[in-house]
T-cell receptor, first 115, second 110 residues
Framework: EAEVAQSPRYKITEKSQAVAFWCDPI?????LYWYRQILGQGPELLVQ????????DSQLPKDRFSAERLKGVDSTLKIQPAELGDSAMYLC?????????????FGNGTRLTVT | RKEVEQDPGPFNVPEGATVAFNCTYS??????FFWYRQDCRKEPKLLMS???SGNEDGRFTAQLNRASQYISLLIRDSKLSDSATYLC???????????FGAGTRLFVKA
């Protein structure tokens, strides 16, 4: 079973509503990632944290998405307002150092359906 | 052009067959390479890292060709349980950005 904890596992929301996802990485892992995966495609990086700092959010749609990792441990990803095109799997991952020797460990993901 | 490209497949092979996947990357400064496996509706899981000299883990062999900027995964003696999507992952320097390919689907048939 995945050691990165994510919740909820499934979320159905209506268009224009707000939705939030939570992630608790493996203990001691400094780097935390949020990915979005559309069916049939590979995961796309939304935001990467090193401790509490954002190191890459170039692909995050900042007009509607926000992410925080206030104490450098768990993290929240929020979408407001949700759009139909946001339906996807949202994956959280962590790595020990965020460098080339640290593979990613994924949580089970949150499957979002926007109606 | 995508930074990491894979043949989407699907590859349909019988049990016991040998199958190989390639993955090309565009950034010559890419530092590290991995293969992940993803089962249907599950999270990706690390299959193996890819080292410059090539490496093997049981029935799985990974190769890196920096000159041509591609990595490969060879699966020998395919099992039904190998049916999954195989994701190529490239780690770039400068922020250690991790980029996933779209994946190659493999179906192993009895």
């Amino acid at each position: 079973e995945a050691e990165v904890a994510q919740s909820p596992r499934y979320k159905i929301t209506e268009k224009s509503q707000a939705v939030a996802f939570w992630c608790d990485p493996i203990s001691g892992h400094a780097t935390l990632y949020w990915y979005r995966q559309i069916l049939g495609q590979g995961p796309e990086l939304l935001v990467q944290f090193q401790d509490e700092s954002v190191v890459d959010d170039s692909q995050l749609p900042k007009d509607r998405f926000s992410a925080e990792r206030l104490k450098g441990v768990d993290s929240t990803l929020k979408i407001q307002p949700a759009e139909l095109g946001d339906s996807a799997m949202y994956l959280c991952a962590s790595s020990q150092y965020g460098n080339y020797n640290s593979p990613l460990h994924f949580g089970n993901g949150t499957r979002l359906t926007v109606t | 052009r995508k930074e990491v490209e894979q043949d989407p497949g699907p590859f349909n092979v019988p049990e016991g067959a040998t199958v190989a996947f390639n993955c090309t990357y565009s950034n010559s400064a890419s530092q590290s390479f991995f293969w992940y496996r993803q089962d249907c509706r599950k999270e990706p899981k690390l299959l193996m890292s890819v080292y410059s000299s090539g490496n093997e883990d049981g029935r799985f062999t990974a190769q890196l060709n920096r000159a041509s900027q591609y990595i490969s995964l060879l699966i020998r003696d395919s099992k039904l349980s190998d049916s999954a999507t195989y994701l190529c992952v490239v780690l770039n320097t400068g922020g250690f950005k991790t980029i996933f390919g779209a994946g190659t689907r493999l179906f192993v048939k009895a």
